[in-house]
């Protein structure tokens, strides 16, 4: 993985993207600091795919069949307003 700053990356683009279609990424930087990352279109549905389920699909399994949820009787807290 290369890293690089703002400034050379916009006068050697061509060579990152070719660095990054063999395989490679490229950090960027800004005064020493990470800002971004350079990598293949490929790579990025490779981690798709490694994520966790959407909110939509974790919700789809609940309740789970045979829970019971009760309401807590306590009485809710006051608020001024």
Known sequence: ???VSVRDVNTDLSELVDEV???GSVTIT???KPV???MA???D???DQSR???LVDFLKTFPE???VFERNPSPSRDVDL
Do not use: C, F, H, Y
């Open 1 to 3: 993985m290369a890293t």
């Open 21 to 23: 279609i063999k395989g």
């Open 30 to 32: 800004r005064d020493g």
């Open 36 to 38: 971004a990352t350079l």
């Open 41 to 43: 279109v490929e790579s």
């Open 45 to 47: 549905e490779t981690q």
């Open 52 to 54: 966790r389920p959407n």
């Open 65 to 67: 069949p045979g829970m």
